[in-house]
């Protein structure tokens, strides 16, 4: 049965002047974006590993890199970690990189996967939710691949899982709104000033630093305090407690800033859908 059409009216007027107008157009874009999104995250998925000698190990490679790293500054006593990981050290940062990886591979989807499609936004007429959904699906695929990392590193160190696990699907789901909250924020400002896209990983490299992922939260101190205000802080501490521990579960900052990232996106996604007609015009000028 062939789908109803519908008419579009463009108007000098700002679309936040008939806001449910705008809402149902938005809801009703996401979900004709389906198909497209899937579609796009297969040839994306299929692109990012077709032309690699590697393959599918360059998932991989990142958290193990990083880890190995962490782990050789910590029995040279550059970092001084002591007795404070609950696990030992290896996987205690393995599984702290597995989460932050998709918080930032998150952050920078919606930001990557528009200006991938610059040709496709200046040519075709499309909902343009397809982009951000086809990258977030990109996001999980990466992250499904990662998970797989755990199980020789847990069963090497002995490491077992407790049962609050069942939970950690909530903390995965957290960070990938939060990141994907920031990611499409930002996408104007990605689109509008190349050099955005070379300041960002700086960024998130200092804010990987500041977010306990290769130490655990300090009692006491300026680092201790400037943790508290990194609302990225609470998801990740949740999540490798959920997964090991069993602790954390009733932490107030986890859900504050998982419920308030949930806000944020929505509003986000009415910053994309009103700023992504001027981005389209700015690229054709």
């Known amino acids: 049965m062939a789908e109803s059409l519908f008419e579009v009216t463009y108007t000098p007027d700002s679309r936040l002047r008939h806001p449910l107008r705008l809402f149902r157009q938005m809801f009703r874009d996401l979900w004709k974006s389906r198909g497209l999104a899937w579609r796009l995250l297969v040839r994306d998925i299929s692109a990012q590993y077709r032309q690699t000698a590697l393959g599918l190990l360059w998932a991989f490679l990142p958290p193990i890199a990083t880890t190995a790293a962490f782990v050789l500054l910590n029995k040279g006593k550059v970092l001084n970690i002591g007795e404070g990981t609950n696990i030992p050290y290896p996987a205690f940062v393995m599984l702290g990189m597995i989460f932050w990886e998709l918080f930032k591979e998150a952050l920078n989807a919606p930001i990557n996967s528009v200006i991938k499609a610059k040709s496709m936004l200046s040519k075709i007429n499309f909902p343009h939710e397809a982009i951000i959904l086809s990258g977030i699906g990109q996001v999980l695929f990466n992250f499904s691949i990662k998970l797989l990392l755990l199980i020789p ?14 939970l950690a699907p909530v903390a995965v789901l957290f960070l990938l709104l939060f990141g994907s909250m920031l990611g499409v924020l930002l996408v104007p400002f990605g689109m509008l000033f190349h050099d955005f896209s070379k300041i960002l990983p700086m960024i998130t490299m200092l804010w990987m630093l500041i977010t306990p992922i290769v130490y655990p939260p300090p009692k006491e101190g300026v680092l201790s305090k400037i943790i ?58």
């Open 228 to 285: 508290s205000f990194n609302p990225v802080s609470p998801l990740i501490v949740t999540a490798k407690n959920w997964v090991v521990s069993g602790f954390g579960a009733d932490s107030l900052a986890f859900w504050v800033v998982g419920s308030v990232s949930l806000l944020l996106l929505f509003l986000g996604w009415i910053s994309y859908k009103l700023s992504i007609p001027i981005i389209i015009e700015r690229m054709q000028a």
């Open 153 to 166: 590193v847990f069963w090497w160190f002995k490491v077992s899982v407790a049962s609050s696990v069942l």
